[in-house]
Structures are given as structure tokens and as C-alpha cells.
């Protein structure tokens, strides 16, 4: 989830299909509305036909037939003549006056008693989502609105977001995902409020509904009377002002009451957002995710990935930025991908492994970010490293570009700090060896924990399970807290257990100095960590470190939170 208060008209975002804005249309465009429909049913009339002899010729007679069904519908008169009338009528675009007809006749078949009729819907909706594509003339479009809107999803993938016009993004709701999946994290980044987990949201509204988001609360309202949108006029305007008490001290260093000093880095992914990193406060960005930059345009040259990489170190500076090199896969897969899945692509072809395997990305990706921090201040750190040798290749490779460079005459970083991710249990467990190749470990918690408890971070069903104190989660952290410290090199946090402030006497207690985390949370972060007593913290971790229960580890800490800073829960 991420916080605050939307209100607006909602955009359904469907299997990558976009639910049509009502939009009308002048009188002399319905012919041409028309001529578009007609065109758009023949293609798809030629697209199931071919379909079906695919079928045949595959053997499936039987299954060939239920494309006679599909074929039937675009042959219905009386709907086409029911469109016709919408367009030259009320002058409605026909994808609109289409696509609402469609609907009507998808939502009278479920309601049906009858299980065979019920689940015929799938049939239309299926030629309903082809004949709009078609209408369109693209079979994938960016998704479409020209004012600002509440995106609601199945789910978002990264490739789904770097599609959409976020500036007009007011709030996100989808059906699954978890406080670490990508919707959520990026909605942080945004910094709009966004709600997770709503089964069916996708299915029960459409684009044009007016909704309340409250991201606090994990709730969306559809159609709220006005007391409620007053009552939360009042509580949005109440937190602004908490807000704002936080943000007077962010640009101060973040202190504990006994003098140790915490270092807040900032999370950042999108070149839209470089003012809201620069005055988050923080004193670094301590994770940049390039794979938003590269699923813009994956076949970017290396000059522009350079450009867009001195962008943030230019508004940064002279703060490090440390840069994650691409962390593709998993669930962060660009277009296409469906059509070469991996049967458990979190456990595949991801982060550094997919570097290394693909040398070309990687040492264009290498040479963008050594040119980009010329003369300047950068960190460059390796994601889902699970051995010595990862670490060590990704070096070489590094090197090898440094050399060629310089061979180039072009100018080096000033100071240049390569790290590693700890997001895989593996990896904590050798975070000695590793850190003995490194500068600098960061924690990937929002990984760290799935891979540790078999838990997917997307999956809301087991979401429960999700658990950041787990016992096993805390050892792996301190294990690696140790090993940075005993190789006498920075270890930090970025995923998202660093912004929990119900955590932060925890985090503290077990040695972290160093976090990482959204923009609108480093003031609160640093808010938290000026309230307590890193003796105090270090006594918390002593007193709970033989437990078991992930929820009882979790009180202990909520507790000295809540009674250091309650006033940050609000
Ligand atoms: C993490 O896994 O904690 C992390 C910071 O990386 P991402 O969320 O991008 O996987
Ligand atoms: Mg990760």
C-alpha cells in the first residue's frame, strides 16, 4: 500500500486491455466512426478464422467449433445496428458505444443460472477485447487518458507503468500484490496513494466511475457521498500539516538521542521524480532502479542511457547515487517476454545472472553509468548476486569497460563504489566471501524475505505469510550487518522493511546505520531514528533475538516505536 487520499474518475486497465473513456464525437465523424467498426470486425472475422484452421489443422476439431461462436457475434446485425444508433444519435465514438453494448450483453450472461450460458461471456468479452484492439489498430497501445485519472488493474508489472502517462496517475488500485509488490512500490515513488489486494476491483468497476482511495486505510469508495469525501478532506488536510511539521527538519543529519548518526538514502527509479529525491532530504539515493529507464526503450543507445543516468547524478550531487544495475526478470519482464515465459522466473534467468549472460546490455549499460558519473560520485551495485564468482565477473566486466574508456579518454568517475545486493539467503550466508570483493552490501529485504520464506511477494494469498521479522529473515539480516562490519565496508538496507518506522528500533538495535527508502518517507525515517536511544535499540534486539514468533518480535518493536514517536503512526 501506499499512503493518502485520492479522488477521481477511475481507468480500467484490462489484461493489458483499456476500457474505452466515454467520448463523443462531432456529427460529420459518424460515417468514418462506422467505416473504423466495420473494418476493425472484418480483421477480426479474418483473425478467428485463421485461428480455427490453425485448430483444425492441430487436431482439435471439437474446439474449432466454439470459434463459431465467436464468429456469430460479429456478424450480429441488430447489435450493429444498436451501435449505429448510439454513434448517430447521441454522437458517441464507437469504440465507446461498442464497447458499452458489449459490456451489457457480458454482464446479462453471468448473471444467468444456467452454468453453460454463465461462462459464454468469455466468449464475448474475448471478441469484444479483439474488435476494440482492432478498432484501435494496434494489438498493444499504450493505455489512453488525457486527464488525470485513479488506474485500476489486475495487476501492474513494470512494463505495464512505464506505458502510462503517470503524470495524470492520481492513485492506483489492483486486484493482488502485497505492500512489496511493484504497484505499491512505484505508487510510493510516485508518490500517490495506492491500495492492494481489492479481488474483482478490475471486473466491478469501468473507466468513467468516480472513487475515493484512502491508501491509509487500504480502502476504495465507489461513488462517495459527499460527508465522507469532507470527513476525508479533513483527516488529508490534518496529515498535510503533520507532513509538514516532519519536512521542516529533513535536510538534518538523523541522530539518535546517545549521538549515533544514521545515514538516509533515497529510492528512486523515474527521471520525473529527481525534485522530489533532491528535497526528500535524504543524504543519498541509496538505490536507483534502471530497469525502468531501460523498459522505456529497451534498445536505447549507450548516449542515451548516459544522458538519462547524469541526470540524477547532476540533480543529486554532489550526494552518491547508487545505480542497481538491471535487475530484469522475475517480475520485472519486458513485452514480449510472454512468448518465452520461464516456468518459475523468480527462481530464472534474473539480475546479475541475465548481466552476465547478456554482455551486450550489460557493458552498455557499464559504460553509460562510468560515463555518466565522470568526475563525479558513483555507486554501482549488482542485484540477485547469489555467488563469489557473479561479483567477481560483473568486476571484470566493469573493468573492462573502465579500461576502454580511458583508452577513449574519457573521464572517469571521482569516486566509484561497486556493491553487492544481499537478496538471496545464499548470499547473506556468504557475506563474508562477498564482502571481501565489495564496498558496500545492501539489503534487498522486499527479496531477502520471499526467497528465505518461500513466500511470493506478489501472491496476496499467502501474503500472510510475508513476514520481515521472521526469526530466520532477522538472522540472515545480522549475519550480514556482521560481515559488512567485519570487512570494514558499508552495509545498508533499500527494500522496504527500512521505511517501517514500527521496525526502525530493530534495525537499529541489530547494528543498521544505513537505510534506504521512498522519498516521502526519509523525513519520517529520520524523525523516528532522532527519538530513540541506539543503547536502548541494541537491548530490544538482545531481548528478542532468541524468539520465535514473527508477530511477537514484531510487538516488541511497535511497542518502543509507538512509545518514542506515536505521533508518526497518525
Ligand atoms: C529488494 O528486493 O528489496 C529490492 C530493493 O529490489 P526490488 O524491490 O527492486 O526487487
Ligand atoms: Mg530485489
Known sequence: ?????????????????????????????????????????????????????QMVVDGGEAEADIFDAHLLILDDVTLLKQV???????????????YQLMLKNINALRRMSDPYLRERFLDIKDVTHRVMRHLRGEMLEAPMFDHPVIVVAKDLTPSDTVQLDRSRVLAFAVETGSAVSHAAIIARSMNVPAVVRLAGISDELHSGDLVLIDGDEGVLILNPSETTLNESRVREAAAEKREDVLHERRHEAAQTLDGETVLVGVNGEFLEELDGLK????????????EFLHLADPTASEDWLAAA????????????????????GGDKVEEGYSLNPEPNPFLGWRGI????????????????????????????????????????AAKALLQECAAELDAEKIAAPAELLVGAMIEVPGAALIAGALAKHVDFLSLGTNDLVQYTLAVDRLNDRVADLYQTTHPAVLRLIELTVQAGYGGVIRVGMCGEMAADIGLTPLLLGMGLRELSVSSNQVARVKAAVRRLGAAE??????????????????????????????????
Not at 476500457?19 to 473494418?39: F, G, S, Y
Not at 528535497?279 to 534502471?290: N, Y
Open 353 to 392: 545472472r541475465l548481466s552476465l549472460g547478456r554482455t551486450d546490455l550489460f557493458k552498455r549499460q557499464l559504460r553509460a553509468l562510468l560515463r555518466a558519473g565522470a568526475w563525479s560520485r558513483v555507486g554501482i551495485m549488482f542485484p540477485m548476486v547469489t555467488t563469489v564468482e557473479e561479483v567477481v
Open 279 to 290: 528535497d526528500s532530504g535524504a543524504e543519498e539515493v541509496g538505490l536507483f532502479r534502471t
Open 537 to 570: 535499540c541494541r537491548e530490544l534486539w538482545e531481548s528478542v533475538r532468541d524468539l520465535t514468533d514473527p508477530a511477537a518480535i514484531r510487538g516488541m518493536s511497535l511497542g518502543v516505536a509507538e512509545s518514542r514517536y506515536p505521533d508518526l503512526f497518525e
Open 84 to 98: 449505429e444508433k448510439r454513434v448517430r444519435v447521441e454522437w458517441l465514438s464507437v469504440d465507446y458505444a461498442y
Open 309 to 328: 543516468y547524469h541526470q540524477v547524478i547532476v540533480a543529486m550531487a554532489p550526494r552518491l547515487v547508487i545505480f542497481r544495475t538491471l535487475d530484469l
Open 1 to 53: 500500500m501506499s499512503g493518502g487520499l485520492a479522488h477521481g474518475v477511475v481507468h480500467v486497465l484490462k489484461d493489458q486491455f483499456d476500457e474505452p473513456e466515454p467520448e463523443t464525437i462531432r456529427p460529420e465523424q459518424a460515417d468514418h466512426e462506422m467505416e473504423r467498426l466495420r473494418k476493425a470486425l472484418a480483421v477480426t472475422r479474418g483473425e478467428i478464422e485463421a485461428l480455427q484452421r
